[in-house]
């Protein structure tokens, strides 16, 4: 699996578990409109993966705009998913955490929840993720860009787009982006292992294994 070729910082702090990077772009403002967003409140915690009894939970703050989430969801989270979520040491969850840098974020946060609707979140994550390169970089809304490709994951066309239109979700994406700040979040990704961070200058899948592997040992120490 590659390293990261983006500036990817992660802390290490002694102890058990948490791990956390940002970015240097700054925390996204209040959604644009004629009035604010009012965050969710129906206790929506972010999608994930793995078993509700993986010994360790990571916590990822991501943006589906963001470079470096890009670069994080194609070439090191596949080898995650194999090694470590698929084996059951992993729950992984994935939180919005939408910048003011870029002008899509919120856009295809919701494009992604919408998908959720008919479960098909991650799928739309993990393509929102590989196609950056080809939305990520457009002046233009690619609101279009994101109703074909829930077409071709086979979503209902009518009702994905009832559900963007409505911005349903939008009241969760901001909600995920104020528990994010509450907890110091300043950029993306940032992951939160355990609750408590554990760092380093790689947020590589070699390195996410041995900070998981050392969080497992020290739990079977107790």
């Known amino acids: 699996m590659k390293p990261f070729y983006a500036l990817l910082g992660v802390v290490v702090v002694v102890g058990g578990g948490w791990l956390v ?6 925390p996204a403002p209040a959604p644009a409109a004629s009035r604010p967003v009012p965050a969710a409140a129906d206790g929506f915690r972010g999608y994930t993966l793995g078993s509700e009894a993986a010994p360790v939970e990571v916590v990822e703050y991501a943006d589906f705009q963001c470079p470096h989430c890009g670069e994080f969801a194609v070439l090191q989270l596949p080898t995650i998913r194999e090694q470590l979520i698929a084996t059951g040491k992993v729950r992984w969850r994935l939180r919005d955490f939408p910048l003011g840098g870029f002008p899509w974020s919120r856009v295809s946060a919701l494009a992604a929840q919408c998908a959720g609707e008919q479960g098909k979140f991650w799928p739309m994550a993990d393509t ?18 994101f109703r074909d490709l829930a077409r071709g994951l086979g979503l209902d066309r009518d009702k994905y787009d009832a559900c963007v239109a409505s911005q349903r979700y939008a009241g969760r994406i901001e909600a995920s982006y104020q528990e994010g700040i509450a907890l110091g979040v300043q950029g993306t990704p940032t992951f939160f292992v355990n609750g408590r961070l554990k760092t380093d200058n790689n947020a590589s899948s070699d390195r996410f294994k041995q900070v998981v592997d050392s969080v497992i040992a020290a739990q079977h120490k107790r």
């Open 21 to 26: 990077w940002a970015s240097r772009t700054t």
């Open 128 to 145: 929102l993720f590989l196609t950056q390169s080809e939305w990520g970089r457009s002046s233009r809304n690619p609101s279009g860009f």
